[in-house]
T-cell receptor, first 110, second 117 residues
Framework: GQNIDQPTEMTATEGAIVQINCTYQTSGFNGLFWYQQHAGEAPTFLSYNVLDGLEEKGRFSSFLSRSKGYSYLLLKELQMKDSASYLCAGGNNAGNMLTFGGGTRLMVKP | SQTIHQWPATLVQPVGSPLSLECTVEGTSNPNLYWYRQAAGRGLQLLFYSVGIGQISSEVPQNLSASRPQDRQFILSSKKLLLSDSGFYLC????????????????FGDGTRLSIL
């Protein structure tokens, strides 16, 4: 099985940079996903890391270290619309199953 | 491009009543399909997944069931709803995983907010 841990809440200031950490303990690990979920809406896919290193997509970047069981999502130049929950999810070798963490609720303040 | 439709968006049902939520995917063939439930302020709990027509795997024993009568149709049902069935129900699809390759991202429908009275 898999165990995914991430902080429950974070607060940051508009224009700043924030890093949301995720640690995982898994058997058959096969990649790490990040999703964004605004209140009352469905999650939307942000990024996927299967190899160690940093993947950059505009203001968002995601990092993975397989040896440390660790990932982070980096959000730059924060905007008010970035206030949302960010879900970390681990992929599993057995099929295409994902195990989701509880999500990190990010509040961006002016 | 692929799209996923889920309905209804909101549903209020009395305890003991039946349930049927439907999800359809367009623009892809032989997708993997998933049903999740999300309690308020919590993470996603996988309920069922399917890799093909008539193939359903249950992750959590409960009074819910799922069926996949067609390749791109996934239905969540219950004969008698409980108060604890309230929540946000999400359908998702992904491409089938290719051999020993990496996992495929799952893409979610807009969800059904179910309230049991």
């Amino acid at each position: 099985g898999q165990n995914i841990d991430q902080p429950t809440e974070m607060t940051a200031t508009e224009g700043a940079i924030v890093q949301i950490n995720c640690t995982y303990q898994t058997s058959g690990f096969n990649g790490l996903f990040w999703y964004q979920q605004h209140a009352g809406e469905a999650p939307t896919f942000l990024s996927y890391n299967v190899l160690d290193g940093l993947e950059e997509k505009g203001r968002f970047s995601s990092f993975l270290s397989r040896s440390k069981g660790y990932s982070y999502l980096l959000l730059k130049e924060l905007q008010m619309k970035d206030s949302a929950s960010y879900l970390c999810a681990g992929g599993n070798n057995a099929g295409n199953m994902l195990t989701f963490g509880g999500g990190t609720r990010l509040m961006v303040k002016p | 491009s692929q799209t996923i439709h889920q309905w209804p968006a909101t549903l209020v049902q009395p305890v003991g009543s039946p349930l049927s939520l439907e999800c359809t995917v367009e623009g892809t063939s032989n997708p993997n399909l998933y049903w999740y439930r999300q309690a308020a302020g919590r993470g996603l709990q996988l309920l069922f997944y399917s890799v093909g027509i008539g193939q359903i795997s249950s992750e959590v024993p409960q009074n819910l069931s799922a069926s996949r009568p067609q390749d791109r149709q996934f239905i969540l049902s219950s004969k008698k709803l409980l108060l604890s069935d309230s929540g946000f129900y999400l359908c998702a699809w992904s491409a089938a995983r290719l051999g020993t390759g990496g996992s495929q991202p799952q893409h979610f429908g807009d969800g059904t907010r179910l309230s049991i009275l």
